[in-house]
Nanobody, 121 residues
């Protein structure tokens, strides 16, 4: 079982990136995105249900980030628009086969390796 995150990079403030998280080995019910900035604790960013019809976001990214998924490809995405320097962090995708408490990192059994997003001012 593996989660492979990709899509990070360097972007100017106001720019966009799309992160992808491809799962292999099994199908997961729910996914979450978390991030960790240097010197800070890991924090919840977004989550998406199996159908994709339900999503949740931390307040600071609402209206700018959009989570989606393609179950046929076993892949989830995080579209990030209007990026700000404070969005700079390593972004992790996480997955669970159960019903998760979306904002709680301990709810997810599987984690990707992280992808670095750097937003310059």
């Amino acid at each position: 079982v593996q989660l492979q995150a990709s899509g990070g990079g360097l972007v100017q403030a106001g720019g966009s990136l799309r992160l992808s998280c491809a799962a292999s080995g099994r199908t997961f019910s729910e996914y979450g995105w978390f991030r960790q900035a240097p010197g800070k604790e890991r924090e919840f960013v977004a989550a998406i249900s199996w159908s994709g019809s339900s999503t949740d976001y931390r307040d600071s990214v609402k209206g700018r980030f959009t989570a989606s998924r393609d179950n046929a490809k076993n892949t989830v995405y995080l579209q990030m628009n209007s990026l700000k320097p404070e969005d700079t962090a390593v972004y992790y995708c996480a997955a669970t086969v159960r019903k998760a408490a979306w904002g709680v990192s301990g709810s997810y059994e599987y984690w990707g390796q992280g992808t670095l997003v750097t937003v310059s001012s």
